[in-house]
């Protein structure tokens, strides 16, 4: 039954996947626009003790899909969409953590609840938890009737509120907070990253590396054109 799961699937689903994946990894203006928006409001739902404020951060955070294609790219070899998932992530810690301080600078006061610091206890249980939802993750990203239910998985995943938790360790001037919430951070990325290679290797997404090259390209002359176009406008 299991491997019937994963071996139900269409080229054609295999393609759509791989497109989606990499058009919503795109490292382009909005990615990086609502990954900011994102981490704003987990950093107040941190310093609010609010944990709807924290679900709502996390439904419209990106983070989960340059991870996600970061495994792909090493389960089909693909140097360009490692290095482009990679430097993604990157760049999304450094917005995250810079939104993070920022606001913990401008509104905490200084305190900080004591309810998310204790969260803040890296543990193996995690990685479990992460390599879980780099199972669901994957496996609802290519699935067309189950594409709605990722937003689910990347509530349960929780990657934003270590980063906004960096941001408030910087703020706070506490080595404890930052290196746990980094700890935290690394769990999850590892044990989503382990789970997801596993997956699209059992899919056979290992073949499909001409698809990604192309859709790379494609995203590529988007960004190009997007940027263009901005530049003109400036000149009016």
């Known amino acids: ?10 080229e054609a689903d295999k393609t ?5 994946l990499v058009s919503q990894s795109t490292p382009n203006q909005d990615f990086f626009f609502m990954t ?3 981490v704003l409001m987990a950093t107040f739902g941190i310093l609010i003790d609010n944990i709807a404020v924290l679900i709502g951060s996390m439904l419209i955070a990106p983070l989960l899909s340059p991870i996600l294609s970061l495994s792909l790219g090493i ?8 290095s482009r998932s990679f430097s993604t992530i990157l760049k999304s810690m450094g917005w995250s953590i810079v939104g993070a301080l920022t ?3 401008l509104f905490s006061g200084g305190n900080v609840p004591e309810s998310a610091l204790s969260s803040l206890q890296p543990s193996f249980l995690y990685m479990g938890v992460a390599i879980l939802s780099g199972f669901a993750a994957t496996f609802t990203l ?3 009737k189950l594409n709605e239910r990722l937003t689910g998985v990347a509530i349960a995943v929780a990657l934003l509120p270590p980063l906004a938790l960096i941001g408030v360790g910087i703020a706070q001037w506490s080595w404890v907070i930052i290196t746990n919430a980094f700890l935290l951070f690394l769990l999850n990325i590892i044990g989503i990253v382990f789970a997801s290679m596993i997956t699209f290797s059992l899919m ?4 499909k590396r001409r698809v990604a090259s192309e859709s790379i390209r494609e995203e590529d002359k988007k960004m190009e054109a997007e940027v263009r176009e901005a530049q003109s406008q400036s000149e009016l």
């Open 1 to 10: 039954m299991v491997l019937v799961s994963f071996n139900n699937l269409s």
């Open 16 to 20: 759509r996947a791989i497109e989606n």
């Open 36 to 38: 900011f928006l994102a």
């Open 75 to 82: 389960i089909i070899s693909d140097g360009k969409l490692i």
């Open 103 to 105: 606001v913990t600078i």
């Open 142 to 144: 290519v699935k067309p």
């Open 204 to 207: 056979n997404f290992y073949v």
